[in-house]
T-cell receptor
Framework: AQSVTQLGSHVSVSEGALVLLRCNYS??????LFWYVQYPNQGLQLLLK??????LVKGINGFEAEFKKSETSFHLTKPSAHMSDAAEYFC????????????FGGGTRLMVKP | DADVTQTPRNRITKTGKRIMLECSQT?????MYWYRQDPGLGLRLIYY???????NKGEISDGYSVSRQAQAKFSLSLESAIPNQTALYFC?????????????FGSGTRLTVV
């Protein structure tokens, strides 16, 4: 069965600083990987996804993530944080052996300081 | 109109009461899911349905039941609500034909059991 671990339930950065949110996965088959963002009082929105094409995936709002098979990682980055990036971020893995159902990590709350 | 609509958005109910949360979608997706979100625990799957006649338990189905009334509608019921069912509940949909595209989420229902 697949699983996802997000290191750090809370991450705080200053506005303009690099954002790095960590995600490690385990999967018995080549995975599909996703990052979702949840703004306050809203549902989850897809930020970006990896589906076995390019290993560096660009998403919305300047975010990107790199799939590293050797490290079983899919970390999310953004070069310069903006106040509007404050939200909760979820990493998810899809298992092709289980109808491509998603398993979610525990989430990381990103706080951006002025 | 939203692609995935959840009603109500907020609900306060008393212990022991029966309550139904509703989800409808205009995406034309065949698969629908119910998750609950608790701080620090991420999203946990309650029930899922791959089509109208296919309903399956998730990891935390005890105390919940579901009904797939049509392809577009998937309801979650708490037969006798208890305080530890206080949580944020999300409905999600996906298309089996494009399952590597991830899920589309509703805006959530915040349920408080007192």
């Amino acid at each position: 069965a697949q699983s996802v671990t997000q290191l750090g339930s809370h991450v705080s950065v200053s506005e303009g600083a690099l954002v790095l949110l960590r995600c490690n996965y385990s999967s018995s088959v080549p995975p599909y990987l996703f990052w979702y963002v949840q703004y306050p009082n809203q549902g989850l929105q897809l930020l970006l996804k990896y589906t076995s094409a390019a290993t560096l995936v660009k998403g919305i709002n300047g975010f990107e993530a790199e799939f590293k098979k050797s490290e079983t990682s899919f970390h999310l980055t953004k070069p310069s944080a903006h106040m509007s990036d404050a939200a909760e971020y979820f990493c998810a893995v899809s298992d092709g052996n289980a109808g491509n159902m998603l398993t979610f990590g525990g989430g990381t709350r990103l706080m951006v300081k002025p | 109109d939203a692609d995935v609509t959840q009603t109500p958005r907020n609900r306060i109910t008393k212990t022991g009461k029966r309550i139904m949360l509703e989800c409808s979608q205009t995406k034309g997706h065949d698969r629908m899911y119910w998750y609950r979100q608790d701080p620090g625990l991420g999203l946990r799957l309650i029930y899922y349905s791959f089509d109208v006649k296919d309903i399956n338990k998730g990891e935390i189905s005890d105390g919940y039941s579901v009904s797939r009334q049509a392809q577009a509608k998937f309801s979650l019921s708490l037969e006798s609500a208890i305080p530890n069912q206080t949580a944020l509940y999300f409905c999600a949909t996906s298309d089996s034909r494009t399952s590597n595209y991830g899920y589309t989420f509703g805006s959530g229902t915040r349920l408080t059991v007192v």
